[in-house]
């Protein structure tokens, strides 16, 4: 059995920031991840959203915000874009993210183990002994489990919810990529013909003014494809404009009741989604203005899930603490993404705004009944409307942070995690430059 001071499950986005802030002062860090590379859905075509707060503030900084610049100086990624909809807009390149990301964790002497699965952990009654993955085994003294599932936390004992109250999981999504788009011609059409090319929640003078921007919406144009025959599974077009001229990242599929826990859903949901590709692409190229010459290029690695497990912790973070703004005395991260919830039973969303900026409490971050364990990532410790919030990829590296600081924290003082002190915690944080509001 490999031995280490702390190990973390999931190579994505939290995964990736819980160890380098846990590797930080030298401390044996290993990290495995399931696919054969790191990333996790910064890898899918997807956006960074929520670096900036609904006042246009930064409110994630620190490793997260030093994962971007890293990106940016070899110009794989955008600076960070308000955006009407989704509060900021931060663009990356897919590719690159893998190879930044291994680089950055190879620098801070975090062990990285690919194509390695959780199958199983051993308990030593209320904390685990040890993690099985394959056929090896690593004890850690604190593990943090950034699945995104809660594999972890699940194996290990912790209860755990699905869904709304009816089980009800978020549609999940397969994105993809078109190249060869006029995208000056779809901006000036939006921003020329606001009436034709109506637009969700972002006005015209947006488009006028960025280059670089996502659309939600053309719903009368939907409506004349659907009308020619064309089946279109969702009732908004999503696309996103690429970092490169001419490229844009479709997030149209949608496929509801697929469970991010089971492998035969998840099968069965990139199948499907798979599918309804082509529909999607015949709409683009005959009804999108800038389309008529695009042509497919890119599926992403992987089905984009938003939402599975989520653990029963400390505290549950509700609906009501987004909404409410609420500050927390043990506040660990600041988010500001609305509850963007893909309704789980037809092909619509909800959005909900604080009109500022929410706390997160560690207590999130503690599951019930394991003392050694962290978890970050979607799979804290919310209600299934507060999940729709938290779940953005910048809110989700801030967790990863504040989780990787309190292991490396508890390690170095032989305590379990639920026992460091809130205070220091924090000052590490900001130390670290973290932004906490105070």
Sequence with gaps: MAEKDILVVGGGPSGIIAALAAAEDGLSVALIEKRGFVGGNLTIGLPVLGFLSQKGKPIIAGLPQKLIDRLRATGAASDHQACPLHVSLTLIDPEAVKTVALEMLAESGVEVMLNSVCDGVVMDGDRIG????????????????????????????????????????????????????????????????????????????????????????????????????????????????????????????????????????????????????????????????????????????????????????????????????????DAVAVGSYPIDLHRPNDDGCTLEWCGDCYDIPYRTLLPQGVENLLVAGRCISTTHEAMAAIRVMSTCMAMGEAAGRAAKMAVGEGISPSDIDMRKLREDLIAGGAFLRT
Excluded at 136 to 145: C, E, G, H, L, T
Excluded at 247 to 271: F, I, L
Excluded at 295 to 310: D, K, N, Q, V, W
Aim: aromatic residues 8%; positive net charge.
């Design 130 to 329: 040890g993690i099985v993955t394959g056929n090896k085994a690593i004890s850690a003294k604190v593990i943090i489990d950034c699945t995104g599932d809660g594999d972890v936390a699940f194996r290990a004992g912790v209860p755990c919810e699905k869904g709304d109250a009816h089980g009800g999981m978020q549609p999940a999504t397969l994105m993809f990529r078109m190249d060869g788009v006029d995208t000056e011609k779809l901006r000036q059409s939006i921003c020329s013909g606001p009436e034709t090319y109506d637009v969700d929640y972002i006005p015209p003078d947006y488009f006028c003014r960025n280059r670089r921007f996502i659309v939600v919406g053309l719903r009368k144009l939907m409506r004349k494809a659907q009308e020619a025959g064309l089946s279109i599974p969702t009732e908004r077009t999503i696309l996103i404009t690429g970092l490169r001229d001419g490229e844009v990242w479709v997030n149209m599929t949608r496929v509801k009741g697929v469970d991010g826990t089971d492998p035969q859903s998840v099968s069965a949901g990139e199948t499907k989604a798979t599918e309804q590709i082509e529909g999607i692409r015949r709409y683009l190229i005959g009804f999108v203005p800038g389309f008529e010459r695009a042509y497919l290029a890119e599926t992403a690695p992987f089905l984009g899930i938003r939402e599975s497990r989520r653990i029963v912790g400390r505290y549950v973070m509700t609906r009501d603490d987004i909404l409410g703004c609420r500050r927390f005395d």
